[in-house]
């Protein structure tokens, strides 16, 4: 089997088998559905894995010091274009090449942080769909104050960005106080860093926790989970597969839909496209999931008022 060796200014030549690079900071599992997503649109668009396609899968569970070497390995394989889920993952894909084509699957920030020029006209070899995330963390905030309006100190459970640096607790430090909140630090920046985090939490008393984007903490979801169900928090989490997974609350871009429009990115450099030429594109679906199964076995209420806002409420 012949496997395609394609610039990003080439369209793919007949007989040549594209192949794709996935590169992940998660576990495979924590993303499942979004990459199942991005396949079954691949497959709408004509491109049958192990058919007239190979899909590389790299996943770093976590451990994002292996991101580098991760990207370095789909490198070297000569994949026609890279898709990244996560800014980590991002940042050491582009780092890895600048003339191999990057989808980002979902960004948080990427003209804050450097990845794209513009949002019009991205530059490089990167491009790809933004989930807004700098917008969205205060709105996660404000949606879990009006939930609980007695609650006045909360756990903000963050990682920082590979260019964004502290901003991530600065804007939300910013939306706190006009809130009335007291934001209490909860920084990791690897596995080790949970136990301590957490145990921060409870020596200062919070009485709630939210979390934001961060592919560690989709990888550590049980142990967030657990620590809020155990000491009975009122949680908000970044993505539904919290809710989903026995979260209380959840506001995010839908993020399959994010992976599933990925494809088309990936059709169009394939058949010649340039990265710096497709406009990166926002989030169109977002979702605030509330589990009322999860609020009754830790005693919290939640106002109608907020559960009508919801777009889904499991019971």
Not at 48 to 72: H, Q, S
Not at 146 to 175: C, H, I, S, Y
Not at 264 to 275: E, F, H, N, Q, R
């Amino acid at each position: 089997m012949l496997y395609a060796l394609c610039s990003s200014a080439q369209a793919q030549q007949p007989g040549k088998i594209p192949r794709i690079g996935i590169l992940v900071g998660a576990s495979a599992s924590s993303v499942s559905a979004r990459v199942e997503a991005l396949r079954r649109r691949l497959r709408e668009l004509g491109y049958v894995e192990g058919k007239n396609i190979v899909i590389e899968y790299r996943y770093a569970k976590g451990k994002f010091e292996r991101l580098p070497d991760l990207a370095a390995e789909l490198v070297r394989l000569k994949v026609d274009v890279i898709v990244a889920g996560s800014p980590p993952a991002i940042s050491a894909a582009k780092k890895a090449s600048a003339t191999i084509p990057i989808v980002f699957a979902a960004a948080n920030d990427p003209v804050g942080t450097g990845i794209v020029s513009s949002l019009a006209r991205p530059g490089g070899n990167i491009t790809g769909l933004s989930t807004m995330g700098p917008d969205l963390d205060g709105k996660r905030l404000e949606l879990l104050k009006e939930a609980f309006p007695k609650v006045g100190r909360v756990a903000f459970l963050w990682q920082p960005g590979p260019t964004r640096g502290n901003r991530v607790l600065t804007d939300m430090e910013a939306v706190a106080k006009a809130l009335g909140l007291k934001l209490l630090s909860l920084e990791v920046r690897s596995l080790d860093d949970f136990e301590s985090a957490f145990a921060r939490a409870k020596r200062e008393r919070a009485q709630a926790l939210i979390t934001t984007v961060g592919a560690l903490i989709n990888t550590q979801q049980r142990q967030v989970l657990d620590f809020a169900a155990k000491n009975r928090l009122p949680a908000m989490y970044s993505n539904s597969e919290f809710v989903e997974a026995g979260g209380l609350m959840s506001y995010a871009p839908n993020y399959e839909d994010l992976w599933r429009r990925a494809a088309a990115y990936v059709d169009k450099i394939l058949k010649g496209a340039k990265p710096a030429d497709l406009p990166v594109e926002q989030p169109t679906k977002f979702e605030f999931l509330v589990d009322l199964k999860t609020a009754k076995q830790i005693s919290l209420t939640i106002p109608q008022k907020v559960l009508e806002r919801a777009d889904k409420v499991i019971k």
